[in-house]
């Protein structure tokens, strides 16, 4: 079953931040984070391992609660290049499938 | 060059008619998967491979036939086309265990018509 993301879209100007939610009805064994530009594919984040292990990479980090069986993703002071789809890839079971949401379309203007 | 590389770039094929679509990768990475990506339902993944020879289902297998033979490729055919498989396919490899997600190919856009 597909985790899902909130919001489905979020409009920023530059310098601001927003949050990505991921939310697993399963119990997980990891998360993934990712970013596609129109018409390319998915490029590679970052990846949460439980134990509630948070992350950064550059203006951009995440959190994993495993209890909750979310994450979030933080985009902090925003810039044009990070507009693009945001998808989370859930692992259940350590055997490196990921289940991915339906994606955040994430939208910085000037 | 190195990396995973997906072809056709773009196909169009009619309904009932066999297609393959081929992945290639050059790190020897033991995972490799196929997803389809189609508005509104993110990627789905139809088939993957921990190493070669070894193959299982994904989410959505129904119509399409993955093989291994070598660790490099991938490659998965469409049996007999349907509309409904007109999507998106990307290919992904992992090396397991060593903090780095998929990689993922350029892509290949399938019009079945």
């Known amino acids: 079953q597909q985790p899902v993301q909130s919001p489905q879209a979020v409009i920023l100007r530059e310098g601001e931040d927003a949050v990505i939610n991921c939310s697993s009805s399963?119990?997980?064994?990891?998360v993934h984070w990712y970013r596609q530009k129109h018409g390319e594919a998915p490029v590679f984040l970052m990846i949460l391992l439980k134990g509630g292990e948070q992350k950064g990479h550059d203006k951009i980090s995440a959190s994993f609660n495993e209890k909750k069986q979310q994450s979030s993703l933080y985009l902090t002071a925003s810039q044009l290049s990070y507009s693009g789809t945001y998808f989370c890839?859930?692992?259940?079971?350590?055997?490196?499938?990921?289940?991915f949401g339906a994606g955040t379309t994430v939208t910085v203007r000037a | 060059d190195a990396g995973i590389t997906q072809s056709p770039r773009y196909k169009i094929t009619e309904t009932g008619r066999q297609v393959t679509l081929m992945c290639h990768q050059t790190?020897?990475?033991?995972?490799m998967f196929w997803y389809r990506q189609d508005l509104g339902h993110g990627l789905r993944l139809i088939y993957y491979?921990?190493?070669?020879?070894?193959?299982d289902k994904g989410e959505v297998p129904d119509g399409y036939v993955v093989s291994r033979s070598k660790t490099e490729n991938f490659p998965l055919t469409l049996e007999s086309a349907t509309r409904s498989q007109t999507s998106v396919y990307f290919c992904a490899s992992l090396a397991p265990g060593t903090g780095d997600g998929y990689t993922f190919g350029s892509g290949t856009r399938l019009t079945v018509v």
């Open positions: 399963k119990a997980l064994y990891s």
């Open positions: 491979s921990a190493a070669a020879d070894i193959t």
């Open positions: 890839g859930t692992e259940s079971l350590n055997d490196y499938k990921l289940s």
């Open positions: 790190w020897s990475h033991s995972y």
